[in-house]
């Protein structure tokens, strides 16, 4: 990673946490980027990259700055701050211009036009999906669930959005899975 501009987030966060979130993002962009079926057409800017690290680590020292009463951020915050400016700058970037494509492969464009956005979306499903991770949903309620994933997706190509709308649509989904495990356990 190179050199922040911003000394001040050095200071604040440590150098070291701030290569760490870096690493930790570049890494999954890189196995989303992978997973994707385009790995010969994208690439991680790491100049667009480092100006997400830096949002991000900005963003949290107002926030911080904003509540003393906030030592640590939590873990939800910490994926709606990033998926936000994953999302505004847009660090997996086109190597090809795919001027040969023609109308029959439309959804193959739009797949990679918005794989930004699709990635911040499988960053949020893995956050919202990790504990319990091995619970599977009914078929019966398969599509509520798709549905919130597609609205997910949609609202980050064509809406506009902010960083606490992202954890606000977190929580919701969080608060609905408690809700149901009580209504399940009859509490």
Known sequence: MSQL???FLIEEFGKLKIQERYCFVFELLD??????????????????????????????????AFHKDIKLVNEIKIYSYLAYWICRRKPIQIKNDFN????????????????NEKAAAAFLQSLLFQDPSDVAILSSKEEDYKSFIENMLYVLKYRQYTAQNIESMLLAFIAGRSYQFSADKDF
Request: aromatic share 14%; hydrophobic share 40%; no cysteine.
């Open 100 to 115: 040969g494509l023609g109308y029959e492969q439309l959804s193959q464009i739009e797949d990679i036009a918005f794989i």
């Open 5 to 7: 501009d911003n000394n």
């Open 31 to 64: 196995e989303f980027i992978k997973s994707s079926g385009f790995t010969d057409d994208l690439v991680i800017s790491s100049p667009i990259l480092n100006q997400v690290i830096t949002d991000y680590f900005t963003d949290i020292y107002r926030l911080k």
